[in-house]
């Protein structure tokens, strides 16, 4: 049985909405009735999604901004309260991440993922804050590196669980507004870039599938599904928790194989 979610009416922000798993999230709300605003470093990736996210409650809003710089954050995200109203839903997707041993990661490349994922997270959910309708909903995209130690993740794992522990901390301050803050753990979702460099090819493919519980790779929209549950009253006492939507895979310690 699949869910459905009516979000006719309401505004949501993406950012990162542009690709992979945070577009599919906003052509979740998109379909689902919400006027969808999206953002993120490069003007054609935000054309592109503007143009196939209309939804009968109007056509999408795009912007262009590097969530690392605050200012630029904050004038999209008061730029499109102002067009589409107080913002019901906002998902941080903010993430950047490569492949290196510790050793191998230079000053600025560490402090590159955490700017994106921990301070970045933390530019979107200051920039929404005042313009949020209370109640409402806040979703940071985690990743299993958050809790979960692996080699050659160094950075993205300390930017992860900062951001997780942000959720947390959000969650008490902010809950006696109105506001829930939760978090969603994706686990290996079939066509994303980041699953394109940790399966690049069928066997591979095939190894990861094997290594979830539910015997398959995820979709963009199970982790879509899982948003529009947050983001709803279905979820209305729902706040600082972190869910993995991973297919159990994260209870093996995520393994590859």
């Known amino acids: 049985m699949k869910a459905t979610f009516d979000y006719t009416g309401a505004a949501v922000f993406v950012a990162g909405g542009t690709s992979g798993i ?9 379909a689902a009735g919400a006027r969808v605003g999206v953002g993120s470093r490069k003007r ?19 912007y262009t901004f590097d969530v690392r710089d605050q200012e630029a954050v904050a004038a999209a ?8 109203g107080p913002i019901d839903v906002l998902v941080s997707g903010a993430a950047g991440n490569f492949p ?3 050793n191998d990661i230079s000053a600025n490349g560490f402090k590159a993922v955490v700017d994106i994922d921990l301070v970045g997270t933390w530019h979107v959910m200051k920039a929404a804050y005042p313009h949020m309708r209370r109640p409402g909903s806040i979703i940071n995209i985690s990743a299993p590196q958050a809790f ?3 080699a050659m993740q160094v950075h993205v794992c300390a930017a992860k669980a900062g951001v997780d522990m942000v959720t947390r901390c959000l969650a008490i301050e902010w809950g006696g507004e109105g506001l829930r803050v939760n978090g969603v753990i994706p686990g290996p979702i079939d ?10 090819d069928d066997a591979a493919r095939a190894r990861v ?20 549950f947050l983001g709803s009253e279905a979820a209305g006492y729902v706040s600082g928790a972190i869910l993995p939507a991973d297919g159990g895979w994260s209870l093996r310690g995520a393994p590859l194989g």
């Not at 995200?77 to 589409?84: D, Q, R, T």
């Open 209 to 228: 599938a094997s290594s979830v519980p539910m015997a398959r790779l995820g979709q963009p929209e199970d982790i879509a599904a899982t948003c529009l």
């Open 100 to 102: 290196a041993l510790a």
């Open 44 to 62: 054609e990736k935000v054309d592109a999604a503007v143009a196939m996210l209309g939804s009968p409650a109007g056509p999408a809003l795009g």
């Open 148 to 150: 979960i130690p692996m």
């Open 191 to 200: 066509g994303t870039e980041g699953m394109a460099r940790l399966a690049p």
């Open 22 to 30: 945070n577009l599919g999230i906003a052509k979740a709300f998109a």
């Open 77 to 84: 995200l008061g730029a499109f309260a102002a067009e589409a």
